[in-house]
Every structure is written in structure tokens, then in C-alpha cells.
């Protein structure tokens, strides 16, 4: 579990400590200003809306696919070859996953 502390002037139904090991209530509470990472809690908000969980695995994923781009970015891969690369990916994916799935 995580414990939870607002800040200085933080604004929010209570200002008081919050315990929990729920990503997304994690995720809601801190203050974040880059934005990547708040592309990461949009995702993670996304995700507990239409599933009610899985919001840190999300996250876990986001962060590794951006970290593989990051890498592949740093050995002079263009974004746009990246970015047709992992949409070939999901399409693979979604192929397996549906030859997987049962009727």
C-alpha cells in the first residue's frame, strides 16, 4: 500500500492522507506536469473507466513501448518507422488474439 499525502494548497474532496495500492487512485492524485506522463494517466483513466481495472498494467505497457521507442529513437530510427512498426505489432497482435479467443 501507498500512502498518500497532499500537498501544500492541493485542492480535492479530502486533505487529509489516503491509503491505497490502486493505480488509478495513485495515478489521479499526484500532480503532473510533463506531457507524456500525462498521456500515461489519461490511459490509465481510460482504462479504469471502461474495465474498472488493469489501470498499472496499462501503464506498465505504455511505459515499455515508450521506453523501446526511446531507445530506437536514440540509434537514429526515424518516429515514422517507429510508429508504422508498432501499428504492424498491434495488428499482429490482434490477429493471435482473435485466432486465440473462443466463440
Known amino acids: 500500500d501507498k500512502i498518500l499525502q497532499p ?3 492541493q485542492e480535492g474532496p479530502t486533505k487529509s492522507a489516503t491509503v491505497t495500492n490502486d493505480g488509478a487512485t495513485i495515478l489521479k492524485s499526484v500532480w503532473i506536469d510533463n ?3 500525462k498521456i ?4 490509465s483513466k481510460t482504462q ?5 481495472d ?6 506498465v505497457i505504455a511505459g515499455a513501448l515508450l521506453g ?3 531507445k530506437l529513437l ?5 518516429p515514422q518507422t517507429i510508429t508504422e512498426a508498432f501499428l504492424m505489432a498491434d495488428e499482429k497482435a490482434n490477429e493471435i488474439m482473435t ?5
Open 7 to 9: 500537498m501544500p494548497g
Open 35 to 37: 506531457p507524456a506522463a
Open 40 to 43: 500515461l494517466v489519461d490511459i
Open 48 to 52: 479504469d473507466q471502461e474495465c474498472g
Open 54 to 59: 488493469g489501470t498499472t498494467s496499462v501503464v
Open 68 to 70: 523501446a521507442a526511446d
Open 74 to 78: 536514440n540509434k537514429g530510427i526515424h
Open 99 to 103: 485466432e486465440m479467443s473462443i466463440p
